[in-house]
């Protein structure tokens, strides 16, 4: 069965650093993987996707993703944080496998702290 | 943000009661998703739904039931609310027709449920 795993529960940064969301993937075929972000009491808000091309993704309020097929591995990252971007950070797989029906499947999430 | 909306945002009912949960999107996406999330952050995906007449049970089982009478809208019910019940439900569509895959779910603001 498919799976995406965040191993980071909370990940701190000081405002200004580069800042990396860890995510990492079990599929048996090829990947679909997406970034969701969820601010307080909110629902969650698209980031960025990977379907194929490219290994390098960017998407919303300057993230970017890298893809890593021999790593299994979709980490989020941005060069410089900024503190609004605090916040529950999602990955997610997408596709047929396993029955999954085309369903997201997301991980439990990532609490981002960026700090002044 | 999305053209999908939820209501209400937040309430409070005892135990016992009937509730139905609205979420109606504008987008006239095909597929409907509901997610309930548990504090501890993670999302869970209790029912879905691939057009008008479709409703499928999720991963995470669930008492709730869904109904798709219009392709807008995308209501869940529950017939007797328990405690257990409390949560947040995140209602959520996208563009897939049958198994497309790799498009993205856009999320309504979710509706924080407490059954007291």
């Known amino acids: 069965a498919q799976s995406v795993a965040q191993p980071e529960d909370q990940v701190n940064v000081a405002e200004g650093n580069p800042l990396t969301v860890k995510c990492t993937y079990s599929v048996s075929g090829n990947p679909y993987l997406f970034w969701y972000v969820q601010y307080p009491n909110r629902g969650l808000q698209f980031l960025l996707k990977?379907?194929?091309?490219?290994?390098l993704v960017k998407g919303s309020y300057g993230f970017e993703a890298e893809f890593n097929k021999s790593q299994t591995s979709f980490h989020l990252k941005k060069p410089s944080a900024l503190v609004s971007d605090s916040a529950l950070y999602f990955c997610?797989?997408?596709?047929?496998?396993?029955?999954?029906?085309?369903?997201?499947?997301f991980g439990k999430g990532t609490k981002l702290s960026v700090k002044p | 943000e999305a053209d999908i909306y939820q209501t209400p945002r937040y309430l409070v009912i005892g135990t016992g009661k009937k509730i139905t949960l609205e979420c109606s999107q504008t987008m006239g996406h095909d597929k409907m998703y509901w997610y309930q999330q548990d504090p501890g952050m993670e999302l869970h995906l209790i029912h879905y739904?691939?057009?008008?007449?479709?409703?499928e049970k999720g991963d995470l089982s669930s008492e709730s039931t869904v109904s798709r009478i219009r392709t807008e809208h995308f209501p869940l019910t529950l017939e007797s609310a328990r405690p257990s019940h409390t949560s947040q439900y995140l209602c959520a569509s996208s563009e897939s027709r049958g198994l497309v895959l790799g498009t993205e779910a856009f999320f309504g603001q979710g509706t924080r449920l407490t059954v007291v």
């Open positions: 739904s691939y057009g008008v007449n479709s409703t």
């Open positions: 997610a797989v997408g596709g047929n496998y396993g029955g999954s029906q085309g369903n997201l499947i």
């Open positions: 990977y379907i194929t091309g490219d290994n």
